[in-house]
């Protein structure tokens, strides 16, 4: 019987009716997210060995990771006085010998038998009398039992020759076929090993790759030199040589950062094509006016930042613009000033912080700003009671409030504004493109600009906020003092806290941060914090005014406790990272944070922001209460050495991946699945230029050439950049 022809549609087959794999097998699949032969074709790799050539044992270097294919001459076992099992197996090529030996090895390895065939791969040592292997790999090749020796031996021996010899040629499960080649190594889920997982996906890659169906146009896969789809996922899954590989990861990586960029310009072509703002121009008279309120002189990034936010606002399409500069860089100037252009056409505006500390302090400094003007503000947060909020929404649909200053709050519900003409979010990459969308209004699009103080590295910038204009405040207002840091070890500790209280002595105030652990909950982050504050108040702090903050209470005791630091009734303030962003009190000069092993560097650097604001100098301590990692001293002696943000988000996307901070997935767009926004770089630059230039000739993805790459733009960010489908 011939199997029935496949066509596209088996692609969505679910795993468990293909030959292979079944009902049990699916269910493990399904951990993994792959539910269709599909996902499996689009589940790749994490890592390969590199099984291409085999040595001969004479001809090993020294240290050099290396494959050597021989029969078990011998296994010896041994338990140490510990109770540790060591075994210790004797490979050999004709007359040569390897020892490879494992400590406490695990199952497969305990079970080698004399005259089995394996290759064994890993680092060799000399020792006096042969070669040794410590830990090495090792696959038990399925060979006839009478193999040809001197062949297996030789040098630069080929996969094919094994694959030939083998008793299963083609049976991808067989450890010998993948001789001679790169092998795949899948991310598992229990229960699913990796011979299981070759097996299934590379069965799969040999009867549905082909049913794949171009989703680049012509023109791009010659301008970018790629290969086909189909090409692409066979060599990404069974390759036969490195430049498989390379070649099929440029194609995915581009087709991946290509269709994330077209969600993004057909998101910002949405927003404003067919977007009618207010025009709300700066005139001469308007910045001479608000210009007076400022007790300074603006810094020219200052300057330029605000120019071009007026460009924008002067123009009826909404301003869609992220404003960045670094903790202190003066970006509260920039926020001020574009609302108050937007108040002096009539409009309202609307600033909303990540948490209610921030949006209070928003309020008083813009309250202190605008004393003396007619600008009418009301604050809007999650404590304010429900007849406040209800007068503070009549005031807002009857336009007797200019400037409304809150939290999240402000899109829960639908406000009724009179004339919404700009909203300001600060520290816009807490909040998600969704909440974004909310504060949308019905008729009128008001203009939006968002400010972050975390240095977002070029290439994130590009990827999550691929639909914003940028805006970068580099310089720092003049006057602003140098912080310094240090990394302070397990037995420098006491000096440490003996110097901030000396600070303290002096009149400064100071932070001690308490991290949160990204696997805790925040009750566990309390804890951390409570004890720490009785340790310091019952020793090295005794007898200061010692306060702590944290995310368990109230707000109205959050309110008090920041208040009373503020005035300088309290000396040092315990906290758990409530005070990340923003906060603004100069005469606290010191900081200490605790496990700072745990933070990013950029979240350590947004911390250091809080210290040096006043006329005295700074100075942060890295608290340790672990030995450290080599690795990780290393990283937070990169943080003491420099102050720019840049290069420690930098290092930290390097580092940590951009999983952490910058994470698609925190930004409510799906994870890429092969793209490494570092690695990447160049075909990120290419793929956002071929995006903007494609939606601007065909902004729905209308041409009939281009249904497929609609549907791959739509079936993955559809959804999540609200694209909806109109076609
Ligand atoms: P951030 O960018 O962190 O929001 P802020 O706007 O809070 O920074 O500014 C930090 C401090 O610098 C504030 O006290 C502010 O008054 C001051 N500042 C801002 N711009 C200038 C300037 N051009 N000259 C002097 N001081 C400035
Ligand atoms: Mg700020």
């Known amino acids: 019987m011939t199997p029935r022809p496949l066509s596209t549609k088996d692609l969505f087959r679910p795993l468990q009716y293909v030959a292979g794999v079944g009902p049990d097998r699916a269910d493990l699949l399904a951990k993994l997210e792959l539910k269709t032969v599909a996902d499996v074709l689009f589940y790749f ?38 109770g540790k099992v060591i075994v210790g197996v004797l490979v050999a090529q004709e007359n040569q010998l390897m020892r490879a030996l494992w400590f406490n090895p695990t199952f497969g390895i305990k079970d080698l038998q004399k005259g089995a065939w394996v290759a064994v791969r890993g680092a060799p040592k000399r020792k006096t009398m042969r070669w040794e292997m410590i830990h090495p790999k090792v696959m038990r090749l399925d060979l006839p039992t009478a193999p040809p020796l001197e062949q297996l031996a ?149 300057q330029q ?48 912080a990540p948490t209610e500390i921030l949006a209070r ?83 009128c699009d008001p203009h939006y600009l968002v400010m972050t103080a975390t240095p977002i590295p070029r290439s994130a910038a590009m990827t999550l906020f691929g639909d914003l204009d940028l805006s970068v405040i580099r310089q720092t207002p003049p006057g602003r003092q140098p912080v310094k840091s240090y990394l302070v070890e397990l037995e420098k500790r006491d000096s440490w806290w003996q110097f901030m209280r000396k600070q303290v002595e002096q009149g400064r105030q100071a932070f001690v941060v308490v991290p949160r652990i990204e696997t805790q909950a925040d009750d566990d982050q309390t804890v951390t914090a409570t004890r720490i504050f009785e340790e310091l108040t019952q020793g090295v702090l005794q007898g200061l005014r010692v306060e702590l903050l944290h995310g368990q209470m109230s707000g109205s005791d959050k309110q008090r406790i920041m208040k009373s630091f503020h005035r300088g009734l309290t000396q040092v303030l315990v906290s758990t990272t409530v005070i990340e962003v923003g906060i603004d009190v100069p005469n606290a000069n010191c900081m200490a944070i605790c496990s700072p092993q745990r933070l990013g560097l950029s979240q350590l650097h947004q911390l250091r922001g809080r210290v040096g604001r006043g006329s005295h100098a700074g100075y942060v301590g890295l608290v340790l209460d672990e030995i450290s990692q080599p690795e ?60 903007q230039a494609l939606v601007q000739a065909d902004p729905e993805l209308a041409d009939p050439s281009r249904k497929r790459l609609r549907q791959l733009v739509m079936g993955k960010y559809g959804k999540v950049l609200e694209l909806g489908d109109v076609g």
């Open 154 to 302: 030789k040098p630069g021996l080929r996969g094919a020759d094994v694959a030939a010899a083998s008793s299963r040629p083609d049976d991808p499960s067989a450890d010998s076929i993948w001789l001679g080649k790169y092998r795949p190594v899948y991310g598992l889920t229990e229960g699913l090993n990796q011979r299981e997982m070759r097996k299934i996906t590379t069965n799969i890659v040999r009867r549905y790759a082909d049913l794949l169906e171009e989703a680049l146009t012509a023109d791009l896969i010659e301008r970018h030199q790629l290969c086909s789809i189909t090409q692409a996922v066979h060599g990404i899954h069974c390759p036969q040589q490195a430049s498989d590989v390379e070649i099929a990861q440029s194609r995915l990586v581009y087709q991946e950062l290509f269709a994330l960029q077209l969600g993004l310009a057909m998101r910002r072509y949405r927003m404003t094509a067919n977007a009618q703002s207010p025009i709300l121009t700066d005139t001469a008279k308007i910045r001479g006016r608000i210009l007076r309120l400022f007790p300074f002189e603006l810094t020219n990034d200052q």
């Open 361 to 443: 302090q928003h309020f008083n400094t813009l309250q202190k700003q605008l004393k003396s003007s007619r600008v009418r503000m009301g604050l809007m947060t999650g404590s304010v009671s429900a007849v406040d909020r209800a007068k503070l929404e009549s005031d807002l649909a009857a336009g007797k409030i200019d400037i409304v200053v809150g939290t999240q709050s402000l899109v829960r519900g639908n406000i009724p504004w009179q004339r919404l003409g700009l909203v300001i979010i600060d520290e816009g990459h807490k909040f998600g493109v969704k909440q974004r969308a909310k504060l949308k209004q019905g008729g």
């Open 305 to 352: 930042a605000i120019d071009q936010v007026c460009e924008d606002m002067g123009r009826a399409i909404p301003m869609n613009r992220m404003l960045q500069g670094d903790v202190g860089s003066g970006k509260t100037v920039v926020a001020i000033y574009s609302l108050l252009l937007c108040v002096a056409h009539g409009y309202q505006a609307a600033l909303m």
């Open 632 to 691: 990780t001293r290393e990283r937070l002696q990169l943080f003491c050495r420099t102050t720019d943000g840049f290069e420690l988000a930098e290092a930290d996307l390097k580092i940590r991946g951009p999983g952490d901070l910058f994470g698609t997935r925190q930004h409510g767009l799906p994870p890429l699945l092969i793209a490494d926004l570092f690695r990447d770089h160049e075909w990120l630059v290419k793929a956002r230029n071929d995006a």
């Open 45 to 82: 790799p994490r890592t390969y060995e590199d099984l291409t050539t085999t040595v001969r044992i004479d001809q090993l270097v020294e240290g050099a990771e290396a494959t050597v294919v021989g029969v078990v001459h011998s296994v010896e076992r041994q338990v140490t006085r510990a």
